[in-house]
Protein backbone atom coordinates (compact mmCIF):
# COMPACT_ATOMS: atom_id res chain seq x y z
CA UNK A 1 0.00 0.00 0.00
CA UNK A 2 1.05 3.68 -0.92
CA UNK A 3 0.84 6.18 1.58
CA UNK A 4 -1.18 8.40 -1.19
CA UNK A 5 -4.32 6.40 1.30
CA UNK A 6 -2.93 6.58 4.66
CA UNK A 7 -4.80 9.93 6.10
CA UNK A 8 -5.80 10.11 10.09
CA UNK A 9 -8.95 10.05 11.38
CA UNK A 10 -8.29 12.47 14.44
CA UNK A 11 -10.38 15.14 12.86
CA UNK A 12 -13.70 13.31 12.16
CA UNK A 13 -13.39 10.30 14.97
CA UNK A 14 -15.62 10.64 17.92
CA UNK A 15 -17.30 8.98 20.15
CA UNK A 16 -21.11 8.22 19.61
CA UNK A 17 -21.57 9.82 23.26
CA UNK A 18 -20.88 13.59 22.72
CA UNK A 19 -20.81 13.79 26.89
CA UNK A 20 -17.60 11.01 27.45
CA UNK A 21 -14.95 12.72 29.55
CA UNK A 22 -11.84 13.94 27.40
CA UNK A 23 -9.55 11.36 28.77
CA UNK A 24 -12.13 8.26 27.15
CA UNK A 25 -12.01 10.93 23.83
CA UNK A 26 -8.19 10.69 23.63
CA UNK A 27 -8.55 6.48 23.98
CA UNK A 28 -10.52 6.56 21.39
CA UNK A 29 -8.47 8.13 18.57
CA UNK A 30 -5.93 6.66 16.57
CA UNK A 31 -2.82 8.46 15.30
CA UNK A 32 -1.79 8.55 12.26
CA UNK A 33 1.38 6.56 12.67
CA UNK A 34 -0.95 4.02 14.45
CA UNK A 35 -2.71 3.56 10.95
CA UNK A 36 0.76 3.97 9.04
CA UNK A 37 2.00 1.03 10.94
CA UNK A 38 -0.84 -1.23 10.57
CA UNK A 39 -1.25 -1.03 6.42
CA UNK A 40 0.50 -3.79 5.01
CA UNK A 41 2.38 -3.91 1.44
CA UNK A 42 1.16 -7.03 -0.33
CA UNK A 43 3.04 -8.53 -3.24
CA UNK A 44 1.32 -8.12 -6.39
CA UNK A 45 1.76 -12.08 -7.30
CA UNK A 46 0.30 -12.69 -3.73
CA UNK A 47 -3.06 -10.65 -3.86
CA UNK A 48 -6.46 -11.38 -6.16
CA UNK A 49 -6.50 -8.07 -6.99
CA UNK A 50 -5.46 -4.39 -6.23
CA UNK A 51 -5.77 -0.87 -6.99
CA UNK A 52 -2.37 1.35 -7.73
CA UNK A 53 -2.77 4.91 -7.39
CA UNK A 54 -6.20 4.71 -8.39
CA UNK A 55 -8.57 8.03 -8.99
CA UNK A 56 -12.09 7.91 -9.65
CA UNK A 57 -13.77 10.75 -11.11
CA UNK A 58 -17.77 11.29 -11.68
CA UNK A 59 -18.87 13.48 -14.20
CA UNK A 60 -21.75 15.84 -13.32
CA UNK A 61 -23.19 18.34 -15.73
CA UNK A 62 -21.15 21.09 -14.45
CA UNK A 63 -18.65 19.68 -12.26
CA UNK A 64 -16.54 16.37 -12.05
CA UNK A 65 -17.04 14.77 -8.31
CA UNK A 66 -14.10 13.21 -7.08
CA UNK A 67 -15.00 9.22 -5.53
CA UNK A 68 -11.28 8.21 -4.62
CA UNK A 69 -8.12 9.82 -5.17
CA UNK A 70 -5.16 8.65 -5.80
CA UNK A 71 -6.22 5.07 -3.75
CA UNK A 72 -3.97 1.99 -3.26
CA UNK A 73 -4.71 -0.99 -1.83
CA UNK A 74 -4.15 -4.77 -2.07
CA UNK A 75 -6.86 -7.75 -2.13
CA UNK A 76 -4.81 -10.94 -0.60
CA UNK A 77 -5.56 -14.16 -1.46
CA UNK A 78 -6.40 -17.05 1.37
CA UNK A 79 -8.17 -14.30 3.44
CA UNK A 80 -11.63 -13.65 3.71
CA UNK A 81 -11.92 -9.76 3.65
CA UNK A 82 -14.78 -7.52 5.14
CA UNK A 83 -15.20 -4.36 3.51
CA UNK A 84 -16.89 -1.53 5.91
CA UNK A 85 -18.70 1.42 5.25
CA UNK A 86 -21.31 4.09 5.46
CA UNK A 87 -23.79 3.55 2.45
CA UNK A 88 -23.09 5.60 -0.06
CA UNK A 89 -19.24 5.81 0.47
CA UNK A 90 -18.24 3.90 -2.82
CA UNK A 91 -18.82 -0.12 -1.74
CA UNK A 92 -20.83 -0.76 -5.17
CA UNK A 93 -18.41 1.08 -7.18
CA UNK A 94 -15.14 -1.00 -6.00
CA UNK A 95 -16.48 -3.67 -6.58
CA UNK A 96 -17.24 -2.22 -10.39
CA UNK A 97 -13.56 -1.34 -10.39
CA UNK A 98 -12.60 -4.96 -9.35
CA UNK A 99 -15.20 -6.44 -12.00
CA UNK A 100 -13.60 -4.40 -14.82
CA UNK A 101 -17.26 -2.72 -15.16
CA UNK A 102 -16.18 0.57 -14.64
CA UNK A 103 -12.73 2.03 -15.79
CA UNK A 104 -10.86 4.21 -13.05
CA UNK A 105 -10.38 8.23 -13.80
CA UNK A 106 -6.55 6.99 -13.16
CA UNK A 107 -4.13 4.69 -12.20
CA UNK A 108 -4.49 0.75 -12.68
CA UNK A 109 -6.43 -1.94 -11.54
CA UNK A 110 -4.35 -5.34 -11.45
CA UNK A 111 -6.82 -7.88 -11.27
CA UNK A 112 -5.06 -11.62 -10.84
CA UNK A 113 -7.60 -14.11 -9.91
CA UNK A 114 -11.21 -15.38 -11.67
CA UNK A 115 -13.26 -13.33 -9.05
CA UNK A 116 -16.92 -13.63 -8.96
CA UNK A 117 -19.76 -10.97 -9.52
CA UNK A 118 -21.69 -10.41 -6.50
CA UNK A 119 -23.71 -14.14 -5.48
CA UNK A 120 -27.25 -12.32 -4.99
CA UNK A 121 -27.26 -10.54 -8.67
CA UNK A 122 -29.55 -12.67 -11.01
CA UNK A 123 -29.74 -10.21 -13.98
CA UNK A 124 -27.25 -11.92 -16.21
CA UNK A 125 -30.14 -14.30 -16.39
CA UNK A 126 -31.82 -13.80 -20.06
CA UNK A 127 -35.63 -14.07 -18.62
CA UNK A 128 -37.04 -14.98 -22.33
CA UNK A 129 -34.89 -17.95 -22.73
CA UNK A 130 -35.59 -21.29 -20.60
CA UNK A 131 -33.22 -22.38 -17.72
CA UNK A 132 -31.48 -24.93 -19.80
CA UNK A 133 -30.62 -22.00 -22.56
CA UNK A 134 -29.14 -20.10 -20.21
CA UNK A 135 -27.36 -22.70 -18.38
CA UNK A 136 -26.03 -24.28 -21.61
CA UNK A 137 -25.24 -20.25 -22.45
CA UNK A 138 -23.03 -20.09 -19.23
CA UNK A 139 -21.60 -23.03 -19.35
CA UNK A 140 -19.38 -22.41 -22.40
CA UNK A 141 -18.98 -18.61 -21.01
CA UNK A 142 -17.05 -19.89 -18.01
CA UNK A 143 -15.66 -23.03 -19.23
CA UNK A 144 -17.90 -25.18 -17.39
CA UNK A 145 -19.30 -28.95 -17.86
CA UNK A 146 -22.40 -28.46 -19.63
CA UNK A 147 -23.89 -31.66 -18.38
CA UNK A 148 -22.64 -31.30 -14.80
CA UNK A 149 -24.19 -27.70 -14.81
CA UNK A 150 -27.64 -29.17 -16.00
CA UNK A 151 -27.39 -31.65 -13.65
CA UNK A 152 -26.55 -29.46 -10.37
CA UNK A 153 -29.28 -27.08 -11.44
CA UNK A 154 -32.00 -29.71 -11.37
CA UNK A 155 -30.25 -31.19 -7.63
CA UNK A 156 -30.01 -27.65 -6.10
CA UNK A 157 -33.29 -26.28 -7.44
CA UNK A 158 -35.04 -29.82 -7.34
CA UNK A 159 -36.15 -29.31 -10.74
CA UNK A 160 -37.90 -31.53 -12.71
CA UNK A 161 -36.83 -32.24 -16.79
CA UNK A 162 -39.82 -30.43 -17.82
CA UNK A 163 -39.62 -27.54 -16.02
CA UNK A 164 -35.87 -26.95 -17.37
CA UNK A 165 -37.64 -25.22 -20.61
CA UNK A 166 -39.48 -22.83 -18.75
CA UNK A 167 -38.50 -19.31 -19.13
CA UNK A 168 -36.46 -17.76 -16.09
CA UNK A 169 -38.86 -15.36 -15.80
CA UNK A 170 -41.82 -17.60 -14.45
CA UNK A 171 -39.13 -18.49 -11.62
CA UNK A 172 -39.77 -16.79 -7.69
CA UNK A 173 -37.02 -14.61 -6.80
CA UNK A 174 -35.76 -17.09 -4.42
CA UNK A 175 -35.36 -19.75 -7.00
CA UNK A 176 -33.60 -17.52 -9.77
CA UNK A 177 -31.08 -16.83 -6.76
CA UNK A 178 -30.11 -20.46 -6.25
CA UNK A 179 -30.01 -21.36 -9.83
CA UNK A 180 -27.34 -18.14 -9.81
CA UNK A 181 -25.58 -19.95 -6.69
CA UNK A 182 -25.34 -22.93 -8.60
CA UNK A 183 -23.79 -21.11 -11.68
CA UNK A 184 -21.18 -19.11 -9.41
CA UNK A 185 -19.99 -22.28 -7.16
CA UNK A 186 -19.62 -24.34 -10.44
CA UNK A 187 -17.62 -21.85 -12.20
CA UNK A 188 -15.42 -22.84 -9.24
CA UNK A 189 -14.20 -18.54 -8.98
CA UNK A 190 -11.00 -18.19 -6.76
CA UNK A 191 -12.81 -15.05 -4.40
CA UNK A 192 -16.34 -14.52 -4.06
CA UNK A 193 -17.98 -11.01 -3.79
CA UNK A 194 -20.95 -10.06 -1.22
CA UNK A 195 -22.74 -7.18 -1.55
CA UNK A 196 -25.40 -8.37 1.09
CA UNK A 197 -25.58 -10.79 4.14
CA UNK A 198 -24.91 -14.57 2.84
CA UNK A 199 -28.25 -15.75 4.67
CA UNK A 200 -29.51 -19.42 3.56
CA UNK A 201 -33.53 -17.89 3.80
CA UNK A 202 -32.64 -15.76 0.72
CA UNK A 203 -32.42 -19.01 -1.58
CA UNK A 204 -35.42 -20.46 -0.12
CA UNK A 205 -33.26 -23.12 2.87
CA UNK A 206 -34.02 -23.18 6.00
CA UNK A 207 -32.37 -24.91 9.39
CA UNK A 208 -30.04 -27.49 8.40
CA UNK A 209 -29.81 -26.97 4.59
CA UNK A 210 -29.11 -23.41 5.17
CA UNK A 211 -26.76 -23.41 7.63
CA UNK A 212 -24.71 -25.66 5.14
CA UNK A 213 -24.87 -23.62 2.68
CA UNK A 214 -23.94 -20.73 4.52
CA UNK A 215 -20.31 -22.39 5.62
CA UNK A 216 -20.12 -23.55 2.20
CA UNK A 217 -20.01 -20.22 0.80
CA UNK A 218 -18.09 -18.84 3.59
CA UNK A 219 -15.37 -21.60 3.01
CA UNK A 220 -14.10 -19.21 -0.60
CA UNK A 221 -11.98 -16.05 -0.40
CA UNK A 222 -14.30 -13.65 -0.65
CA UNK A 223 -14.85 -9.77 0.05
CA UNK A 224 -18.15 -9.23 1.51
CA UNK A 225 -19.52 -5.47 1.29
CA UNK A 226 -21.52 -4.27 4.47
CA UNK A 227 -22.66 -1.01 6.42
CA UNK A 228 -23.48 -2.53 9.57
CA UNK A 229 -21.68 -4.04 11.12
CA UNK A 230 -23.90 -6.38 12.87
CA UNK A 231 -23.74 -8.10 9.56
CA UNK A 232 -19.98 -9.16 9.26
CA UNK A 233 -19.35 -12.42 8.48
CA UNK A 234 -18.32 -15.27 10.75
CA UNK A 235 -14.52 -16.42 9.90
CA UNK A 236 -13.56 -13.16 8.62
CA UNK A 237 -10.25 -12.58 9.23
CA UNK A 238 -9.12 -9.57 7.36
CA UNK A 239 -11.32 -5.53 7.68
CA UNK A 240 -10.81 -2.79 5.61
CA UNK A 241 -12.65 0.72 6.55
CA UNK A 242 -13.74 2.84 3.67
CA UNK A 243 -14.56 6.57 5.14
CA UNK A 244 -14.12 9.79 3.00
CA UNK A 245 -13.01 8.15 -0.19
CA UNK A 246 -9.82 6.47 1.70
CA UNK A 247 -9.64 2.66 2.80
CA UNK A 248 -8.19 1.62 5.95
CA UNK A 249 -6.93 -1.86 6.73
CA UNK A 250 -7.34 -3.87 9.65
CA UNK A 251 -5.46 -7.49 10.76
CA UNK A 252 -8.21 -6.93 14.04
CA UNK A 253 -11.45 -7.24 12.78
CA UNK A 254 -13.12 -6.59 16.09
CA UNK A 255 -10.89 -3.32 16.22
CA UNK A 256 -12.39 -1.99 12.86
CA UNK A 257 -15.57 -2.89 13.71
CA UNK A 258 -15.04 -0.86 16.94
CA UNK A 259 -13.83 2.14 14.70
CA UNK A 260 -16.50 2.06 12.05
CA UNK A 261 -19.01 1.95 14.70
CA UNK A 262 -17.62 5.36 16.64
CA UNK A 263 -16.99 7.33 13.34
CA UNK A 264 -19.86 9.72 12.49
CA UNK A 265 -21.65 8.88 8.90
CA UNK A 266 -20.01 11.41 6.70
CA UNK A 267 -21.90 13.85 4.83
CA UNK A 268 -20.37 13.49 1.77
CA UNK A 269 -20.02 9.77 1.83
CA UNK A 270 -17.24 8.12 -0.62
CA UNK A 271 -15.24 11.11 -0.94
CA UNK A 272 -17.67 12.78 -3.01
CA UNK A 273 -16.71 16.59 -3.48
CA UNK A 274 -16.81 18.46 -6.70
CA UNK A 275 -12.97 18.94 -8.59
CA UNK A 276 -13.47 21.38 -11.02
CA UNK A 277 -16.25 22.90 -13.24
CA UNK A 278 -16.40 21.48 -16.32
CA UNK A 279 -15.88 25.29 -18.33
CA UNK A 280 -12.93 25.96 -16.33
CA UNK A 281 -11.09 22.56 -16.20
CA UNK A 282 -7.95 22.95 -18.59
CA UNK A 283 -6.66 19.71 -17.14
CA UNK A 284 -6.53 16.30 -18.94
CA UNK A 285 -9.76 14.74 -20.26
CA UNK A 286 -11.06 11.60 -17.55
CA UNK A 287 -10.83 8.37 -19.29
CA UNK A 288 -14.11 7.22 -20.09
CA UNK A 289 -13.14 4.23 -21.99
CA UNK A 290 -13.81 0.58 -20.72
CA UNK A 291 -11.02 -1.96 -20.17
Same mark, same amino acid.
Request: charged share 30%; net charge neutral.
Given at each position: ?SNGQIATLDPSRRLRDRGAPAEEHRRD *??? #? ?9 ? =??? +?? &???? +????? %?? @????? !?????? #? ?5 ? @?? @? ?5 ? &? ?8 FELLLRERPPSRGRVHVRSRISWPIHM????? =? ?7 ? *???? &? ?5 ? &? ?7 ? $?????? @???? +????? $?????? !???? /??? *? ?6 ? /? ?20 ? %? ?22 ? /? ?18 ? !?????LPVPESPGGLYPRATLADDDGPEMREE??
Amino acid at each position: MSNGQIATLDPSRRLRDRGAPAEEHRRD *VLT #DEQLRRDQLTV =PLE +EC &HAAF +ERMSL %EI @RGKTA !RFTIFH #DLSVSFP @RG @RRIVLLG &HKGSGKSLLFELLLRERPPSRGRVHVRSRISWPIHMVQYFE =PRLSIRQNL *VFLS &HVLGVDT &HALLVAAQR $LCDLRR @RQMD +EPVKA $LPIQLK !RRLG /LVV *VLAADFDC /LLFDTPVRGFQFGFEGRAAAEL %EATILGYDYISAISNPRHCPEGCD /LAYLLYDGRIYMFEDVAEAL !RVFDALPVPESPGGLYPRATLADDDGPEMREEGF
